[in-house]
């Protein structure tokens, strides 16, 4: 295929080009080295970073980040940081922090995604639509959706939720960081009303060694993966890593096959001085079925009578699965750069990168051939390039020992070029390429669309009182350009955003913290969105948030505390529209105002046991009457509860060790919710469960950590849907739901994800 051609070419560039930046990267921070330790060693605030050296970094960078820059008691054990069996952390940042760190992430599931470490955090309700993270899913957050939350790896963004997989494979992750209705200045995001979610990756071992694991599972689950560490190569102060994971897996509703191959490749060099560069790279290659997404009539068939509605293996039926498929390439590049300049002065650069094509295939009915006769048409939502480069510049100076100011510049280009080409089918019944000439019947409609972004930020972290009051204040001025262009012309449109944020901690005593939050946040159409906005239909307009946020914290010996309130007001509020073969179209719903009340609570551990709860109230209320443009009528949607905003979130973990046995059990509760604007049409609440249970042996020769655990998903066998498809105007209107089982546009409603049926996957891994 073109496409794979083209990848190949990339990816020869791409290592000439990391070979040539690392280089750079060497030399300007080696200069910058020396002319720093000639002078006075370094501010207070650069001699924490300085006083780490490589091997400790992995252990103690969490430390640090949750304490602030300035503080200098650091620890050396991650239980020290964690509570419930590293389901909750000690946090010190001036703004609502939820994570998941390493420790509960190696009880979970290898194929897990991040969406699954952090289903059991208060501010979230998590949607999948299968149990080995294949195909993503959806995230509920306050009123909000993943949509609304900006997601990066390394602190640079990445994949949406829905293809979250390609970012990193689960083992190199090592801790998940919610940052709910909050994002900090200097970040480059776009869409962060609703947060942020940063994944940080594997930290390369300061010795050669590596990590393998084998898990097989229900559903045919079949998965492999290794990583090698370089340890320091020579006497570099350059460490590295590489892993490869292969998953194979069939389709748990239905029929149908699922393959996934994966890349991750690290490389991190540190300086006496505090300066250092890191190199994240991951490539995914997916060929996937794309499932069917149940009306609510059809669910409860199936949870009445068994009914399935999922794909067919008949390859005469127009549901057959090879008929319905996803074929993926994506590649991903996280560099960041912190170079300390002066005893005062430093620079970071955060360039990104990704790359990804590929196509969706459907039934798209039947064509009449030269000779009169009929052949059945496959429909494709094509892919040329779907592109994001984009670069942070930040230069940070010590004013004085309290403040430290920095300003800097973002700049962010994405791009899609996306066509709907249509080919006769193979006589298998299969979709073929749609590059292949063979079977071509008509290129299709052929869009584009984009977005660039020029942005400049300052922002002031100041200290007072002996380090007890904390204040964080930070302004950015983002200038977005988006275009988009189809067979019938072009659009676009010029937009300012002014995001202004304060934040404010002060630390009571050794226990306790108090902090207040306060910003202004936007979200704007993805570019891969618009390509299915004809320019007959304009532009929505950008959606703006104002949040507030008060909270207390506390943790001792025995327990980690963190109580929130909030406040939302999001004007010209954007949703988004489920077409079918996984795309979605935005449209504007007016404005919404959510509030309540976040609560976590963890323990220490006891008796080898550490539990865990957490609890969200939101008051989520639609604030605008909406018109609907497919029945012609104004909804009266005002006062009603606002779309995909649970009142209640519940959960609760225990987490058990002794000796080397291990074992995990969580609970997650999801209260009933509208999944329409006007409110007509409603999903009850749900319960979804996990339970993993595990040894860790004692070495045996190379195999330093050889451990075997069972993981659990659905325990209960509950048929429940987890959440809607995406939001529709009205339960009375026909055109917003597409059911690939039956004919196109049928029925009334919206659709759904539901849990999968019970799993189980066995593992065995170890250290080496």
């Excluded at 012609?632 to 009142?647: D, E, F, H, Y």
């Amino acid at each position: 295929m073109a496409c794979i051609s083209g990848r190949t070419q990339f990816k020869a560039g791409l290592a000439v080009l990391l070979t040539s930046a690392t280089c750079l990267a060497q030399n300007v921070v080696l200069a910058a080295t020396q002319s720093a330790v000639s002078g006075d060693r370094h501010s207070k605030r650069h001699t924490v970073s300085a006083g780490r050296n490589a091997a400790d970094r992995h252990v103690t960078r969490n430390a640090v980040e949750a304490r602030g820059e300035e503080q200098i008691s650091v620890t050396t054990s991650r239980q020290a940081l964690n509570g419930g069996g590293g389901m909750m952390r000690i946090e010190h940042a001036p703004r609502n922090v939820q994570t998941v760190d390493h420790e509960y992430i190696s009880m979970r599931n290898p194929s897990s995604t991040a969406l699954d470490l952090i289903q059991n955090l208060p501010s979230v309700s998590i949607s999948t639509p299968d149990p080995y993270g294949m195909q993503g899913g959806q995230i509920q957050s306050r009123g909000l959706t993943d949509l609304d939350m900006a997601l990066l790896v390394d602190g640079a963004p990445a994949a949406a939720a829905k293809y979250i997989t390609e970012n990193i494979d689960t083992e190199n992750v090592e801790s998940v960081s919610l940052t709910p209705g909050s994002s900090e200045t200097a970040l480059p995001v776009m869409s962060a009303a609703s947060g942020t979610m940063n994944e940080t990756t594997h930290t390369p071992d300061k010795k050669f060694g590596g990590l393998v694991d084998f898990s097989y599972g229900t559903n045919n689950l079949s998965r492999e993966f290794i990583r090698v560490d370089t340890g320091e190569i020579g006497h570099s102060g350059v460490r590295g890593y590489f892993s490869f994971s292969n998953t194979h897996t069939r389709s748990w509703m239905g029929a149908g096959i699922n393959d996934r191959r994966h890349i991750d490749f690290g490389l991190n060099k540190t300086w006496q001085n505090g300066s250092f560069a890191k190199t994240f790279v991951s490539w995914n290659w997916e060929d996937f079925m794309i499932d069917n997404y149940p009306t609510q009539q059809e669910f409860y068939k199936y949870k009445h009578t068994g009914e399935g509605y999922g794909r067919s293996a008949n390859s005469n039926n127009i549901n057959y699965w090879k008929n319905n498929t996803d074929y993926w390439n994506q590649v991903f590049i996280s560099a960041p750069i912190h170079i300390v300049l002066t005893r005062r002065l430093a620079f970071d650069l955060q360039p990104y990168y990704s790359l990804g094509k590929g196509w969706d295939a459907s039934p798209g009915g039947t064509a009449t051939q030269a000779d009169g006769s009929t052949r059945n048409v496959t429909s494709y939502f094509l892919q040329g390039a779907t592109e994001r480069r984009g670069a942070v510049a930040k230069l940070g100076f010590d004013v004085d020992r309290h403040n430290h100011v920095s300003f800097g510049y973002w700049y962010e280009n994405n791009y899609t070029q996306q066509s709907y080409p249509t080919s006769y089918t193979m006589e298998s019944g299969a979709a073929p390429s749609p590059n292949a000439a063979t079977y071509l019947i008509d290129a299709g409609d052929q869009q584009n669309a984009g977005t660039e972004i020029h942005s400049l930020f300052i922002e002031d972290h100041a200290k007072y009182l002996n380090d007890k009051l904390d204040i964080q204040a930070g302004f950015k001025f983002v200038m977005a350009n988006t275009w988009n262009k189809d067979l019938y012309g072009r659009m676009a449109n010029n937009r300012t955003e002014p995001l202004p944020q304060l934040s404010v901690g002060y630390t009571i005593d050794e226990h306790s913290q108090i902090y207040l939050n306060a910003e202004g946040d936007y979200r704007q159409p993805s570019a891969v969105d618009l390509g299915w906005l004809y320019t007959s239909v304009p532009i929505p307009k950008n959606q703006y948030s104002i949040k507030e946020e008060l909270g207390y914290r506390y943790h001792d010996q025995h327990i980690i505390l963190d109580a929130s309130f909030f406040n939302y007001n999001v004007t010209n509020r954007i949703v988004n529209q489920y077409l079918g073969m996984n795309q979605f179209k935005p449209f504007s719903i007016g404005n919404q105002h959510m509030r309540g009340l976040d609560f976590m609570i963890s323990g220490r551990p006891i008796h080898g046991f550490s539990p865990y709860a957490s609890v969200e109230y939101l008051h989520a209320v639609q604030d605008s009457n909406v018109f609907d443009p497919y029945t012609n009528v104004m909804l009266n949607s005002k006062g009603t509860q606002a779309i995909m905003a649970p009142r209640i979130l519940a959960n609760f973990g225990l987490t058990y060790k002794y000796a080397g046995f291990f074992g995990n059990a969580s609970l997650h509760y999801t209260g009933p919710q509208s999944v329409s604007v006007a409110g007509d049409q409603r999903m009850p609440g749900f319960v979804t469960n996990t339970i993993s249970l595990g040894y860790r042996f004692k070495p045996i020769g190379i195999a330093q950590s050889p451990t075997i655990k069972l993981n659990f998903a659905n325990v209960t066998g509950s048929i429940v849907r987890t959440g809607a498809m995406g939001a529709i105007y009205s339960a009375k209107d026909p055109s917003t739901v597409y059911s690939g089982s039956l004919a196109p546009y049928t029925g009334y409603g919206n659709s759904f994800m539901t849990a999968a049926r019970f799993t189980m996957t066995g593992t065995v891994s170890t250290s080496f």
